[in-house]
């Protein structure tokens, strides 16, 4: 164990002393990078410069929280990598989904709380903030409980139905029981961040959630390392991670600041209803759309591991490693989403419906270019970071991952727009064409490129690689044509007048 933890704390290391050499250069280089980006543009008249700034102080922290999060996931794998090997990757990865369903459920109620929130902290009707805020919690609780439930009593049933390899699932049940206690937390995450996001403010919301993050790290290492508990030392650090969170925002919420963080934006009383069937109602038109959304990705990767285990093992490490590594480069669309659903939801509860536009679309360019830079970037590092994620650097999934990370480095340019042009649909309570576009792309076609891949369809042969390859461009290219399509059709401003203050007022 001393030995594969040697060449990890030397990584932690070099990487530590690199941080240190960029923020004394930049104290605030992600943000640095984000204004320099949206600057530039502006000076061609690409955008307008203060939506570019504007744009910036909501995105940069949210960006941030993305990559502490994506980073701490993709850490997670290249612990377990390093201290156990090639089949607990693929456990992990083959319990992912079973953990993703926690962002679909979670992010859905998220999405009907920003709508919520930004409209509403838009035209200061601060009086019916605790109960959007409120009602979404009872349907993040609701919904999510039960999950944590099946996953604790039944982790191996859930394992066998994508995969026969013994050792994979002995660690995907193994991880899955343990971090499936953690599923209610990471919703109630979700739902808190948006509040703050909703309301002007992402740089608590990543205060908290990247300190998160860090503490998942922290508490990993130990657990894995230290204690020598390996996968189950990664799913434990996840969940006493979230619950710390959640503790967090909810007693920053109630006491509207929190110790080494200071005030929040907005104070929410826990004292009130709970379950307003107007606004549960709005949460649930809204929201759902957006957690079937978020579902796509989690369910498409039943079928896409099943896939993949036709490959062989090496092919389901590579692709969790590669999905990881893909994570981090998709962190500016965390940014730029709910920057967009933030500015454009609170023009338009202010009914000023051309400068919502106005932002919109700015914010589309400022993700693209942002996006490109990302990928370039991943690109001229790809090599070495992917041999971070094994004990060997010769390990057979190493070339395999390498070259999806090229892949995902041409496919995320066009999650730029797919997020970005989400943005004010989400905003506005336009949400089942995302849905819908994401799930054209993944089911449609995605799906169907990787199965042609790793064994043909019908007259048409095997291609092998390139079944993935083509599959990572399917997932976003197919989502950004139709929701920018459906943003330039400006039918998002009629839906968003149904959810506006005013409309809710005339409805009691």
Known sequence: MSRRFTPFRSVIRLLSALWRVVRARFPNPVKFTILWIGLLLARV???????AEKTTELAWPRVVTGI????????????????????????VGFASPYWGLAFAVGGGVAGGTIALVSQRYG??????????????????????????VLFWTFPEQ??????SSES??????????VVGLGIPFAALNLVGSR??????????????????????IVLNAIFIFGLGWGVAGAALGTVLSNVAVTVTFALGLVWGRFPAIGEFPVTISPVGAYADPGTITDLVQIGFPVGLRNLVWTVAEFPMLGILDIFGENTVAAWVIARRIWGVMNTPGWGFGLASSSLVGQELGQNNEEEA?????????????????????????????????????????????????????????FQGVA???????DASGDTQIPFISQAIGMFGVSIPLAYIGAAGLGPIPAIGLWGLYLAFVAETAIPAAINYWRFKTDKWKAISEEYRPDAVAADD
């Open 68 to 91: 502490a999060r994506m980073s701490k996931n993709a850490v997670d794998v290249a612990m377990v990598g390093v201290a156990v090997g090639t089949s607990a990757v693929a456990g």
């Open 195 to 216: 509040v703050l996001v909703g309301s002007d403010d992402s740089y608590t919301a990543m205060q908290v959630r990247a300190g998160g993050a860090v503490a998942n």
């Open 123 to 148: 035209a200061e009707a601060f009086d019916e903030l605790g109960l959007a805020v409120r009602s979404s919690v009872v349907l993040a609780l609701a919904g999510t409980i039960p999950l944590a």
């Open 158 to 163: 859930f394992i066998s139905l994508i995969t």
């Open 419 to 425: 997020s970005a042009s989400a943005g004010p649909l």
């Open 168 to 177: 994979s699932i002995h660690y995907g049940s193994l991880y899955l029981q």
């Open 45 to 51: 008249g690409l955008i307008d410069r203060a939506r």
């Open 357 to 413: 536009e106005a932002y919109g679309r700015d914010i589309i360019r400022f993700a693209v270019a942002t996006y490109i830079v990302s990928a370039l970037l991943m690109v001229l590092f790809a090599e070495q970071i992917v041999v971070l994620f094994a004990d060997d650097p010769t390990s057979p999934e190493i070339p395999i991952a390498i070259n999806l990370v090229y892949a995902a480095s041409f496919a995320v340019v």
